[in-house]
């Protein structure tokens, strides 16, 4: 875990409803240092990899992962809630705490075989990035990690994901 980054997050308490704690990353984002670092830290992990595409769900995972895209001359893939994307898409449908929501994919953003690092911002649950990691396999790509900016590990998405390489840059043992 990086302590420096961690200390960059701004808490917030009772965020979106009491009980919450949402760790807010604008702090980090706004400082260069900070944001680059961690841009820097993600790269330098995955540099060999020969990531052919980074994919990432909207949209806080946007972010550093279109800079990871272009720091490792990849192509970078949105994946976005239903009926924002133009194209043909294929989509996946997974639950939540309470009822379900569903992720989009454009049929052509991966190709058979390629190479994807899939990236978000947040490891909660693992709902969201579980449903990433079909879409991208659906498509035929080849999923080399996992890469998050922040993890809560008492969530234990890490669990739902135990067949795929995760790495997380900070750590949250508890609220």
Do not use: W
């Amino acid at each position: 875990m990086h302590e420096p980054l961690k200390n960059t997050i701004r808490s917030i308490p009772d965020f979106p409803k009491k009980g919450i704690v949402f760790r807010d990353i604008t702090t980090l984002l706004k400082n260069p240092v900070a944001f680059n670092l961690a841009a820097d830290l993600l790269y330098e992990r995955y540099r060999d990899s020969r990531i052919a595409k980074v994919v990432s769900a909207e949209s806080r995972g946007y972010i550093l992962g279109s800079v990871l895209a272009y720091r490792l001359h990849a192509g970078f893939v949105p994946v976005r809630k239903p009926g924002k994307l133009p194209a043909e898409t294929i989509r996946e449908e997974y639950k939540l705490e309470y009822g379900s929501d569903v992720l989009e994919m454009h049929t052509d953003a991966v190709q058979k075989g390629e190479r994807v690092l899939v990236h978000d911002d947040l490891l909660a649950t693992g709902g969201t990035i579980e449903a990433t990691c079909r879409l991208v396999e659906r498509a035929g790509g080849v999923i080399v990690g996992l890469a998050f900016l922040i993890e809560l590990d008492f969530l234990k998405g890490r669990d739902r994901l135990k067949h795929y390489d995760v790495f997380s840059l900070i750590r949250y043992e508890s609220e």
